[in-house]
């Protein structure tokens, strides 16, 4: 199992910024590639940004330039820097880490989705 515990969302103001936690604990040996995810009210969860164990990251189109994200594997956490916020940005941001899919001994194990509880971001304007 892993647990996955997000913090610094809150209230800014357009342009301003904010930076996300996710605390991973418990089996994480078993995931490589963390994720930040948002869903606003009315739509569905989508992808923010991943980054691989290797540090290599990738941005849905609407935030590349404005949002970086980092991990720190001594402190099992992954972060989401957010830059010049706008309005649309609010949401509720979620981390994601994925177990990939395994055999052992001969036996096919599937993959398993990991979620924090998310943490709420309000831009305001």
């Known amino acids: 199992q892993v647990q996955l515990v997000e913090s610094g969302g809150g209230l800014v103001q357009v342009g301003g910024s904010l930076r996300l936690s996710c605390v991973a604990s418990g089996s994480i040996s078993s995931i490589s590639s963390m994720y930040w995810y948002r869903q606003a009210p009315g739509d569905e969860r989508a992808l923010v940004a991943g980054i691989t164990s290797g540090g290599s990251a990738n941005y849905a189109d609407l935030v590349k330039g404005r949002f970086t994200i980092s991990r720190d594997h001594a402190k099992n956490t992954v972060y989401l820097q957010m830059n010049s916020l706008k309005p649309e940005d609010t949401a509720v941001y979620f981390c994601?880490?994925?177990?990939?899919?395994?055999?052992?001994?001969?036996?096919?194990?599937?993959?398993?989705?990991?979620w924090g509880k998310g943490t709420l971001v309000t831009v305001s304007s």
């Open positions: 994601h880490a994925r177990k990939p899919p395994e055999v052992v001994d001969g036996r096919y194990y599937a993959g398993i989705d990991y």
